[in-house]
């Protein structure tokens, strides 16, 4: 791979990207030869959802969700936090160690048994976003018999 002194702008971008996504593969790579991960189902699936939606918001390309990060975050899917609640849910996911999101976190939260608020939201958005509960096209024609 060519040294990123050489590139500029959008390529030094695209190398950076390419070097994250590489990270991200890495710990997938780690999770899915873990033995306490083996019974979970469509695992190779999950981890390059959860890589996407990682990647998605690592808005300062540092490999970590940060405060302001995880806050565009929530105001993107539709569900605004303040300063302090954005704060509550790192610490939930990390434990209290971090005021960031690494990747390994975010994973741990997401296959973990504990019902985050982070992971709630994640969830219901990927749901929100499948298949429509609408009907498409126009109502049925209904008579006043059919009425309850």
Known sequence: ?????????????????AQQREKLEEINKEYMEDQKYRDEDDLPDKLEGFKNKYSEFDLNDQGEIDIMGLKQMMEKLGVPKTHLEVKKMIQEVTGGTSNTINYRDFVRMMLGKRSAVLKLVLVFEDKANGASCKPDGPPPKRDIASLP
């Open 1 to 17: 791979m060519p040294s990123n002194k050489s590139a500029q702008g959008g390529k030094a971008f695209g190398l950076l990207k």
